[in-house]
């Protein structure tokens, strides 16, 4: 299947091959506009209506019809949010545990990743083809399947209500391993980490100058779909952590949970809680959707 | 071992062979060790906290190791037998097999055709991408949050538009089917957009001649889709119906912060909705009982059935190709 | 060569190791920063607000070094976890709030709780209504937890639907309306003939059924500690008459503290709920513009009791001392005078509930009811009823019957049936 290289000596031979394929696509009609549009919108709907539910104070969730348009209160209910006497969680406490979870998993999983899809694409040792297929084998074992003596051990190791407990299972991640092998296979040229043995360079020489320049686009985007699911992840959180020292995730759910229940400020909390992947996502978000689109070709 | 290593034999001083001689063993060495070491940290962090559970589940299912109870008896296969008659077992395993099949079928087909518009000359071709991809980037808590709310029965908004054609309202978490198309609803609109643009990327690489041919067999655009890029794509197609039967049959987020209560994981006053890990979960944690045992037999079950129907699933989606070729 | 070679193993080692090290250091990161010896942090783990903020600020200016966090979940997973915690022995707060439905689980397993007794707890016996303070009793006298409120009930009724369906807005003249549950429901049937549209006679059948049961003794438990939900005649009867209230369409059937729920509060879908004493607070806090509309009649038969908690410190606690002496000072006479001031919560303690300020005091959000006196009375006539170690599951599993039929989705008949293999299914 051919596949869309990015080490530099090939930009050329891309951007014709782009120049090919485009003259082959025809325009899109105004239907295909149309119909976008619409799949846009649905896309874009919900999360605009859970602005404007914030934007409005509590009455307005059970307002007849319902409201549409934004109201003045978007900022005052982030306030709330965050202020401690309002609810009955820390929100900074939340949002600062979920970053440093998020950072840590995302670093861990992007580096072991690229060492094990190296060993893997590149280098020949005894049980390569089984070992793999055992890590894309670990992709269908099912997180609650474990759920009840992992707590256990977390219980063992004391990191109950720590974010370690939430850290240590996600060091690693299947999926990593087979996107990073698949890209490594299409991206560092074989001659290239010939000519470095030939030197006389050493494995891990190899993969530190020669696998890991080349392979940074694919694990600056690994680092960001980590850091997205480690950031949304709420089955284990929920399990092991306390509203007391809560993830982003585990604060959202128990917003609701205060004596009143207060809509508005509920999906203010919503909104701050995913503000910072959808800022990641407007940033960044090109490159996200081409590192996906690469992983998957090679499927 | 290594490929790589370049074996050309020169002639040489006999001391510079013999340290060549010890290089290449310590290079021997290297390319026989580093693999494993490479592939050894993600198999040491794995065994500790997904291979150990794992096993440690396996042994529990065949005891009543029960929380409240300090001593634990081997019951041999007890667990399974109750398991193959607990009319709730299967009443999860119903649940959960329709709201995967609800969300997924429809999701990949949209997704497809999603794929297929997205694959033309397209102005805001970037704004397109990744407004479908958003909802990809919103947590499963902040999906079931507002949906549940989109679907509230008496101020929700789906039946305010639905009242306006004259439909309903709709008690859309008291009934069966409502709810699975309520829970399915999320599942679809968090990931129809990802899997469109898996698609995409495999139709790109289909090489062009492929379709010049097919135009000059007199094949229509329509035809040329079915005949050229389904097959073409096909290990995309089974990447992600494997995908999301792994992800559909574990569903557990969506359907607990949906329920109005969450008083234990029982999914509807008459267990309408609840999945087999939301099952599991009342077992172990959900209620007072602490059945580990049998909440770890429950796990096994799961895993088996997405086995199951995953190879049901390749086997069904590898025809995709013979019945074409 | 060699040592070159040696060299570069090392600097591969060296390089492995700072990253194992980053990654270490990142977990350890995590860890709360670690406090000097003296200073202790209280964990103080509740299910919705009891109130106790401005008691907290008391406590920790005359205890320098103690610094209280509370934590708020919901009712049902707050105890879920709080078992889980228990059971596994780890991660439980310093000091659990446990609810009456949860409390026979806990007391079975007393050995795992501080027993209070070694903090004093049995020189202040008298200071609780008995039942209360024997109700956190565990095997050998252990006592688990110390009474927090009680919830004594009545019924909360709106006074405009009422006038507009013509019944009686006096609360004197509500309450001979229905000196039993029967005639409650005939009440509603009533209610329901001239009702303004749209709106019903209470707001769901397990609430209605749940007081009924709460009058019970024996109900769920006789004195064996045996389930006799399927044998006890006056657990169908209170089923039945439920069923009949919801066949005659008195139900909103909206479920108890779902959203709908609480939305019908500020609606008035309803005409009359079930009204622990510490309901107010919660209609008070859900429905402010309803200021005014509400008054509170007697209950249906006699007494009857529905929710109030209990403070407990579990045995994992690194903190037990401190623990127990801020539970002591929570539960204290003065505090729970103060909470009762705040929230509405009914002291469990009888010269509490005997003292002038409660019995004296009228709450002008529900058009100046005597509700101090009206619930006061109510808790000192209450006979304690006898509860098992699966109440709360017992319970959750008859709110899931009521809720089949109110959704129509099963008969009365059909859903009694599956409650009963749901008991046994818990309780078995």
Redesign the interface.
Known sequence: MATVATSPSTTRRRSRRRLKMTRRFESAGPLTYLFLLGVAILSIFPLYWSVVVASHDNSAISAYPPVTTPGSQLFHNIGRVFNSGEVNISFWTALFNSAIVAGVIAFSVVLFSTLAGFAFAKLRFRGNKLLMLVVIGTLIVPVQLGVIPLFVEMKHLGWINHLHAVIAPSLVSAFGVFLMRQYIVSSVPNELIDASRVDGCHTFRVFWHVVLPAVRPAAAVLGLLTFMNAWNDFFWPLIVLTPGNPTVQVAVSTLQSGYVEDYSLVFAGTFVSILPLIAIFLVLGKQIIGGIMKGAVKG | ??????DEVLEQAPALRR?RA??RR?HRL???L???L??G???V??C???L???G??AW?SLTDRN??DPTTHFVGLDNYTALLHDSYFWNAVENTLAIWAISTIPQLLLALG?AH???????AR??????????Q???????A???T??F??????FN?VLGGVGIGPV?WE?G?VSSWIAISTMVT?RWT??NA??Y???M??I??DL?ESAAIDGAGRWKQFWHITVPMIR??I??TV?IST?GG??L??EPY?FQ?????A?GG??R?YQTV?MY??EK???????K?GY??AI??C??LI??LI?IVNYLLVRRIRSAES | MKRIHGGRRWQVLAVIGAITAAVAVGLVATTASAKSRDDVTLRVSLFGDFGYHDLYKQYEAAHPGVTIKEEIQEYGPHHTQLAQRIATGAGAADVEAIEVGFIPQFTAQAQNFADLRKYGADGMKSRWLPWKYQQAVGKGGAVVGLGTDVGSLAICYRKDLFAKAGLPTNRVQVSKLWPTWQAYINAGKRYQAKAPKGTFFFDTGSNVYNAMIGQLNPAYYNAEGEVIVATNPSVKAAYNLTMSGIAAGESAGLPAFSTQWNTGYKKGVFATVTCPAWMMGYIQGQAPKTKGKWDIAATPGTGGNWGGSFLAVPKQSSHQDEAADLVKFLTSPASEAYVFKQTGNLPSQPALLKSAPVQSFKNPFFSNAPVGQIFANSALRLKPQILGPHQGDIQNASTAAIDRVQQHKQSPAKSWAQFLKDVKNVAG
């Open positions: 071992m290594a490929r790589m290593v370049g340290r010890a290089r310590l290297d390319a026989l580093s693999p494993y490479y592939v940290s993600f198999f962090v794995f500790a906290f997904g150990f559970p794992l440690y589940t529990m929380l409240l999603l518009l997205l694959n033309t000359k397209l102005r970037t704004f397109f991408r990744m407004s479908v991809l958003l909802p980037v919103t947590s499963v808590v902040a999906v949050l507002i949906f709310q989109l509230s029965r008496d101020y929700g908004l305010y008690d008291a069966r609109w957009g990802y643009l898996l995409l990327a495999a790109q690489a090489p062009d379709y290990p995309t089974i990447f494997i792994i049959l574990q557990f987020t912060l109005p209560l969450k008083n234990g029982l006053s008459a309408q890990a599991l979960y172990a944690f959900g209620s007072s009982q602490f580990f909440a770890a796990a096994w799961l895993f997405i086995v995953s």
